[in-house]
């Protein structure tokens, strides 16, 4: 049985720099073709695909984040690492990350961590 | 970057009712199209994959079709536990992934 979980801090200032840590078990990011993602969601609104890192460390970016966003795995861990710098208000969402089947659709979800970004 | 026009945004139905979404792509994603539930406070949960495959586990009264530019997904019979907001989802082959912009399904 997959599962995956989110953790990190639920408020952080403006201008700082998000850790999310998505820890995971019942597959290893070691072998071929397995992939985790990572979405998010803003509060009352729709979702949005962050960044993907596969099990021979390609990893990818939503274009209009890839500046900002950096998607990191320990496989001995069983742990995807996703950071986000200059975090703004509007930053403010529920964060996933997600299992990718074939590369094509994101088949097992954790639970979500909702981040808020406030002074 | 593919955009994905979902309608409609929201939708009122009563329980049996088919219900009809649809999702259009900005231009040709072939069959490369995937469609999700979510629950208030819950994480999403995929139904149907590749336009028109079923997930395992989900009810058959789910169901999908369409490839190309314009996709449908379809309840064929309405049930109280249906309520909840639907997204499609693209992927392309660099891969980047897109989702629309969501229906919410409410019982009339």
């Known amino acids: 049985q997959i599962t995956l979980k989110e953790s990190g801090p639920t408020l952080v200032k403006p201008t700082q720099t998000l850790t999310l840590t998505c820890t995971f078990s019942?597959?290893?990011?070691?072998?071929?073709?397995?992939?985790v993602g990572w979405i998010r969601q803003p509060p009352g609104k729709a979702l949005e695909w962050l960044a993907l890192?596969?099990?021979?460390?390609?990893?990818r970016y939503s274009p209009s984040l890839k500046s900002r966003l950096t998607i990191t795995k320990d496989t001995s861990k069983n742990q995807v690492v996703l950071t986000m710098t200059n975090m703004d208000p509007v930053d403010t969402a529920t964060y996933y990350c997600?299992?990718?089947?074939?590369?094509?659709?994101?088949?097992?979800w954790g639970q979500g961590t909702m981040v808020t970004v406030s002074s | 970057d593919i955009q994905m026009t979902q309608s409609p945004s929201s939708l009122s139905a009563s329980v049996g009712d088919r219900v009809t979404i649809t999702c259009q792509a900005s231009?040709?994603?072939?069959?490369?199209l995937n469609w999700y539930q979510q629950k208030p406070g819950k994480a999403p949960k995929l139904l149907i994959y590749?336009?028109?495959n079923l997930e395992t586990g989900v009810p058959s009264r789910f169901s999908g079709s369409g490839s190309g530019t314009d996709f449908t997904f379809t309840i064929s019979s309405l049930q109280p536990e249906d309520i909840a907001t639907y997204y499609c989802?693209?992927?392309?082959?660099?891969?980047?992934?897109?989702f629309g912009q969501g229906t919410r399904l409410e019982i009339k």
């Open positions: 997600a299992h990718i089947r074939d590369g094509a659709a994101f088949d097992i």
């Open positions: 019942g597959f290893s990011l070691s072998t071929s073709g397995v992939g």
């Open positions: 890192i596969y099990w021979d460390d390609d990893k």
């Open positions: 231009q040709d994603i072939s069959n490369y």
């Open positions: 590749d336009a028109s």
């Open positions: 989802q693209q992927y392309d082959n660099l891969p980047r992934y897109t």
